[in-house]
């Protein structure tokens, strides 16, 4: 398994902007798409993007279309999620995830995700 840690969390007014980030090690990074899930309070996880091996293929949840960018640095092993014009209901734990079998052409599910980070926590304040 790839070992995953996120980093980029923290507390910001609606209308703001976050980049995540997400390093990995531990197996080679190209050999698996990526994508980021939250989790809030009270609430199951969530699919929010992904991006293929490549970077050349990305999807997103509907809730973040527009707002927020998946994309890839394979040199560095690090995937981020750019995420602007924030609102209060992003607030959650953001986890990134590695899959060595899924396509951004399908539809995400945890199960389709192997390897998983610790989270971070995003807050936004209304």
């Known amino acids: 398994q790839v070992q995953l840690v996120e980093s980029g969390g923290g507390l910001v007014q609606a209308g703001g902007t976050l980049r995540l980030s997400c390093a990995a090690s531990?197996?080679?990074?190209?050999?698996?798409?990526m994508g980021w899930f939250r989790q809030a309070p009270g609430k199951e996880r969530e699919y929010v993007a992904g991006?293929?091996?490549?970077?050349?293929?990305?999807s997103y949840a509907d809730s973040v279309k527009g707002r927020f960018t998946i994309s890839r640095d394979n040199a560095k092993s690090t995937v981020y999620l750019q995420m602007n014009s924030l609102k209060p209901e992003d607030t959650a734990v953001y986890y990134c995830?590695?899959?060595?079998?899924?396509?951004?052409?399908?539809?995400?599910?945890?199960?389709?995700?192997?390897?998983w980070g610790q989270g971070t926590q995003v807050t936004v304040s209304s």
């Open positions: 995830a590695a899959a060595r079998t899924w396509y951004t052409s399908s539809p995400a599910t945890e199960a389709d995700f192997g390897s």
């Open positions: 991006i293929s091996r490549s970077g050349g293929s990305t």
């Open positions: 531990g197996r080679t990074f190209i050999n698996y798409a």
